[in-house]
C-alpha cells in the first residue's frame, strides 16, 4: 500500500516539478536552520552558529542538485515503469480481443502487433532492470561526499589528512612496478 | 586527550540511517543526531552527505518521506523505514557484522 502511495506520489512530481526542486531546498535550509539554533543554544554568536552550520553542512549547492539529479532519475524510473505496464495492458487487451475471436490468430497483421508490443515490453524491462545497480555502498558518490576513514586532525577535518599521490619515475613507472623490476 | 572523530566507511552511512529509522520516523537533522549520539559522538557524519544518501534509500523503496510538523511546529521531512528497508537493513547488518569479524581476525592474527 505504501509503495502504491510512494510512486502515485512520484508519478505526481513533473506536475509539481518546480515545488519539488523548492522542497528539497526547504529540507535542507531547514537542516542549516536547526544546527544554527543548536550552535546558538550552545553559547555560539548568531554569526558564528550559522558560519558552522555551513561548514558542518558542506557545499550547499551541490548537494541540492544532486539530490535534485537523484529525484529526476528516480522519476525517469517511474516513467519507464509506467510505459512499461501501459504496453503489458495493451497487449493484454489485443491479446484477449483476439482469443475472444478465434484461436490461433487468423490474422497476421494483429499478430505483428502483438509481437511488436511484446518487444516494446522487454526492451522497457530490460532498460529498467539496467538502470542501475541495487545494495548500498556500491554506487559511486559525488567526490564531495566521499566519506574516508583515516588519520583525522584533532579537530576531526579530513582536509589536513595525507593525500596519496602517484609518484613516477623517469621511465614512467609506479611505484609497485618500480618495486616489481627491482624484485626481478 | 582531544578524542578524534571518524569519518564513516564509504557505504556505511547508508547502513546507519536505516538502523537510525529503524525505531521511528525521523527527519534528516534527527538523523545525524541519532548517528552522533549512538556511536557516543565519536562518528562523524558530514551533514549535506545524508541527504543525496536519504534520496537514494527512498528511489530503492528501503525508506519513504513525508511532510509533518516538527517538534517546533515548522514543516519538515520525515523518513521512515519500508517493510523492503527493514528487510534489507537485516541484510546489510549480517554483512557488516561478517566482514567486521574478518577483519578483527587478520588483525589478531597477521
Same mark, same amino acid.
Given at each position: 500500500?505504501? *509503495?502504491?502511495? !510512494?510512486?502515485?506520489?512520484? #508519478? /505526481?512530481? =513533473?506536475?509539481? /516539478?518546480?515545488?519539488?526542486?523548492?522542497?528539497?531546498?526547504d529540507e535542507l535550509r531547514y537542516h542549516?536552520?536547526?544546527? *544554527?539554533?543548536?550552535?546558538?543554544?550552545?553559547? $555560539? !554568536?548568531p554569526e558564528d552558529a550559522a558560519a558552522d552550520a555551513m561548514r558542518r553542512f558542506g557545499d550547499f549547492d551541490q548537494i541540492? !542538485?544532486?539530490?535534485?539529479?537523484?529525484?529526476?532519475?528516480? #522519476?525517469? /524510473?517511474? $516513467?519507464?515503469? *509506467?510505459?512499461? !505496464?501501459?504496453?503489458?495492458?495493451? /497487449?493484454?487487451? #489485443?491479446?484477449l480481443k483476439m482469443s475472444s475471436k478465434i484461436l490461433p490468430f487468423q490474422n497476421v497483421g494483429e499478430f505483428l502487433i502483438l509481437i511488436s508490443l511484446l518487444w516494446r515490453l522487454l526492451i522497457h524491462l530490460r532498460e529498467i532492470q539496467t538502470d542501475r545497480p541495487r545494495g548500498l555502498?556500491?554506487?559511486?558518490? =559525488?567526490? +564531495?561526499?566521499?566519506?574516508?576513514?583515516?588519520?583525522? +586532525?584533532? +579537530?576531526? +577535518?579530513?582536509?589536513?589528512? =595525507?593525500?596519496p599521490v602517484p609518484t613516477y619515475d623517469k621511465e614512467g613507472r609506479t611505484p609497485v612496478e618500480r618495486l616489481i623490476s627491482d624484485e626481478k | 586527550m582531544a578524542q578524534s572523530k571518524q569519518n564513516l566507511i564509504q557505504g556505511t552511512l547508508a547502513m546507519l540511517i536505516l538502523r537510525s529509522l529503524a525505531r521511528g520516523p525521523l527527519h534528516g537533522y534527527e538523523i545525524v543526531q541519532r548517528i552522533q549520539q549512538s556511536s557516543e559522538d565519536v562518528l562523524k557524519v558530514e551533514e549535506g552527505s545524508l541527504y543525496p544518501a536519504l534520496y537514494r534509500l %527512498?528511489? %530503492?523503496?528501503?525508506? %519513504?518521506? %513525508?511532510?509533518?510538523?516538527?517538534?517546533?511546529?515548522?514543516r519538515a521531512k520525515y523518513y521512515k523505514l519500508t517493510r523492503a528497508g527493514r528487510k534489507q537493513l537485516a541484510v546489510e547488518t549480517s554483512n557488516w557484522e561478517r566482514l567486521s569479524e574478518a577483519i578483527a581476525k587478520v588483525l589478531q592474527t597477521a
Open positions: 500500500m505504501t *509503495t502504491i502511495k !510512494s510512486v502515485l506520489r512520484q #508519478l /505526481g512530481a =513533473p506536475v509539481r /516539478g518546480g515545488a519539488a526542486g523548492r522542497e528539497i531546498e542549516i536552520e536547526l544546527r *544554527t539554533r543548536d550552535n546558538i543554544a550552545a553559547g $555560539m !554568536s541540492r !542538485s544532486v539530490c535534485e539529479e537523484i529525484r529526476k532519475e528516480r #522519476l525517469a /524510473g517511474v $516513467m519507464k515503469l *509506467t510505459k512499461a !505496464s501501459a504496453w503489458v495492458i495493451l /497487449g493484454c487487451g #489485443l491479446m555502498g556500491y554506487e559511486p558518490p =559525488p567526490p +564531495s561526499i566521499i566519506h574516508t576513514i583515516g588519520d583525522l +586532525s584533532a +579537530s576531526g +577535518s579530513t582536509e589536513d589528512a =595525507p593525500r | %527512498e528511489g %530503492e523503496g528501503w525508506v %519513504e518521506a %513525508e511532510w509533518g510538523a516538527s517538534e517546533n511546529n515548522r
